[in-house]
């Protein structure tokens, strides 16, 4: 199965296109950013048994998004990322992206039964060219291996506006650090990548443009 997000073969994982194992729908009575929700995952997706610990992170540190522009949410799963930022700003435009159908069945789900009609769940190929993003968070597939992470990267990352910012977790011990160096040095643009807070062995890491 490709990944999607930037090419490469991979077995069935939560970033396999279309899993075939099968479907089973769990409920989530989650509080996302003061915001108290009921969402449903699906099997064959990432963490559908729970709030990831990282995302719970990214949650819990990243800045408040604005209220107006354009936002992306890479790799979104089940969506709690992507319904955070659309509660959060409701005059923005969300787009949360993913390889995985599941995900954006569910993603797409829970935008619509808690009335988010300003989101969008697409296919990555999907996404309009002329897209800039004011806003990327992303708790990123690390398991896609260093090669296809750094292509999805090297493909979004440019995608973010002149003032746009990024905001990142990835677990320490999965290298949080060295995509921190990856990022600074150049590798996906002209970016910095700064350590912004870390919690529970997560790296919440901010890029911007240099």
């Known amino acids: 199965m490709a990944s999607g997000y930037g090419g490469g073969m991979v077995a069935e994982h939560y970033f396999t296109s279309d899993p075939s194992s099968p479907l089973r729908v769990s409920e989530h009575e989650l509080v996302l950013r003061g915001h108290r929700v009921a969402l449903t995952s ?14 719970a992170q990214l949650l819990k540190y990243a800045p408040a998004p604005p209220q107006q522009g354009t ?11 992507t319904m955070a930022l659309a509660l959060e700003s409701p005059e923005a435009s ?3 992206i993913d390889v995985n159908e599941r995900a954006l069945q569910s993603t797409q ?5 808690l009335g988010l009609s300003h989101v ?20 990123p597939p690390i398991k896609v291996g260093k090669e296809t992470l750094h292509r ?3 493909t979004w990352l440019p995608r973010l506006s002149p ?14 650090d060295s995509l921190q160096a990856w990022i600074s040095a150049g590798n996906a643009g ?8 870390t919690s529970k062995g997560y790296r919440i890491i901010r890029v911007t443009r240099s």
């Open 163 to 176: 003032a746009g910012e990024a905001w990142l977790v990835v677990a320490k011990k999965l290298g949080g």
């Open 94 to 96: 969300i787009w949360g």
């Open 71 to 81: 936002f992306l949410d890479l790799g979104c799963g089940w969506g709690p990322l």
């Open 190 to 197: 002209d970016f910095n990548a700064e350590r912004a807070e």
């Open 152 to 154: 999805i990267l090297s």
């Open 120 to 139: 969008t769940a697409s296919l990555p190929e999907n996404v309009p060219p002329d897209i800039a993003f004011d806003l990327l968070w992303s708790n």
């Open 42 to 55: 699906a099997s064959g997706t990432f963490s559908p048994g729970s709030l990831d610990t990282g995302t």
């Open 109 to 113: 789900a829970n935008a619509e039964a």
